[in-house]
């Protein structure tokens, strides 16, 4: 159920079109964990910063069902090319169908299979970066990501506050410590700036100087 707050959100930040609630309304209909799934006002965000960027050459590592990637292609000009990482193939027929009703097909590529092994083969540069996978790995990820980003490029991170739990000190899960310890890595880390906002589950935007 979404809060009292996110439905404020909602009602008060630019709708998406119908094929994009579509993709929404079918996560919700045929997979188990839809809370995954970033979001409308989420991605909203990820279309404006797509946009206010302007990225050309976008990376997302963890598509779920590919709204987000749909999202950020969204805020792609017409040759702009988003490379997408998911590990479970069998979601991929729902991915595709979602990105072909919208017409975002030809600005996405998919990529199914461990992330760290495919951006070995991914040679970048890229404009933003979207990282949305096993939080255990956080740190793996952003370091291959950030050599392939552009200077002054955007990584933006999901679920780094992850319902509180990196500041509640009665925590001390897998998943938990790894966002500790990867939003204390991205902090002091001098080849970024970083500002982290508490939207859902906390998103960071890292920008490489």
């Known amino acids: ?40 006002v989420q991605g909203r965000l ?7 960027g302007g990225v050309r050459r976008a990376l997302e590592i963890g598509t779920f069902t590919g709204y ?4 950020i292609a969204s805020g792609l000009p017409e040759d702009g090319l988003l490379d997408t990482l998911e590990i479970d193939d069998e979601l991929e027929d729902m991915i595709r169908k979602g990105w072909r009703d919208a017409g975002l ?3 996405i590529r ?6 760290l092994e495919t951006l070995t083969r991914l040679p970048g540069p890229y404009d933003l970066a979207y990282i949305d996978a ?7 990820y952003y370091e291959a990501v950030l050599p392939k980003l552009r200077p002054g490029g955007i990584i933006i991170a999901d679920d780094v ?49």
Not at 134 to 140: F, N
């Open 1 to 40: 159920m979404s809060s009292p707050l996110e439905k404020y959100l909602l009602a008060h930040s630019t709708p998406f079109g119908d094929d994009l609630q579509k993709i929404e309304a079918a996560t919700h209909m045929h997979t188990n964990y839809p809370r995954m799934m970033c979001g409308p």
């Open 46 to 52: 990820l279309t404006m910063l797509t946009r206010i």
């Open 68 to 71: 987000s990637a749909a999202c």
């Open 105 to 107: 097909e030809n600005r």
């Open 110 to 115: 998919l990529h199914t299979g461990p992330a």
């Open 134 to 140: 096993d939080k255990r790995e956080y740190i793996d």
């Open 161 to 209: 506050l992850l319902g509180g739990k990196p500041y509640d000190e009665n925590c001390s899960d897998a998943k938990t410590e790894a966002l500790r310890a990867f939003n204390e890595y991205v902090k002091n880390d001098p080849r970024v700036e970083v500002v982290i906002l508490p939207l859902r589950d906390g998103i960071s935007i890292i920008r490489k100087f």
